[in-house]
């Protein structure tokens, strides 16, 4: 059987919670939500540079898997190796590179994204090789 105790003096009940136990209350409270808060914030930064990733990611294939059909079509190499993608792409930039490896008649291609700032040096850079 549980019993509750009251205490009695000068004919008062006295019952409740002291305002030193509702400050403290409301400080544990207003951490927590703080902290949540922290979280969701870096948790929207995180998808937002995971998508970015991802959609440079599948333009850097799609930059590559036309230069490997071009390459299988005879089609020499274009003179343009940079340039920015249209919409909704538009923040992105792609650049390729020509570069000798040690072995004759093997050339490796780069395909480098990039997007946003330069200075936060963002980008997405995809390697093959091209046999002459």
């Given amino acids: 059987m549980i019993s509750r105790v009251e205490v009695r003096t000068h004919g008062f009940t006295q019952s409740g919670f002291t305002l030193l136990e509702v400050m403290l209350a409301v400080v544990i409270v207003g951490t927590v939500f ?3 808060l922290t979280l969701v914030n870096q948790s ?3 998808q937002s540079r995971v998508e970015n990733i991802t959609t440079a990611t599948m333009l850097a294939r799609h930059k590559m898997s036309e ?3 071009q390459a299988r079509r005879g089609i020499s ?3 343009e190796n940079s340039g920015a993608y249209e919409e909704p792409y538009s923040r ?3 650049e390729i590179e020509y570069l000798p490896t040690p072995l004759d008649g093997v050339q490796q291609v780069r395909v480098s994204v990039r997007w946003g700032a ?3 040096n963002e980008e997405v850079v995809i390697d093959s090789f091209k046999y002459n």
Avoid: D, P, Q, T
Wanted: net charge negative.
């Fill in 44 to 46: 929207i930064h995180s």
């Fill in 67 to 69: 230069l490997e059909a």
């Fill in 34 to 36: 703080v902290a949540c």
């Fill in 118 to 120: 330069a200075e936060r």
């Fill in 92 to 94: 992105y930039a792609w």
């Fill in 77 to 79: 190499a274009s003179s």
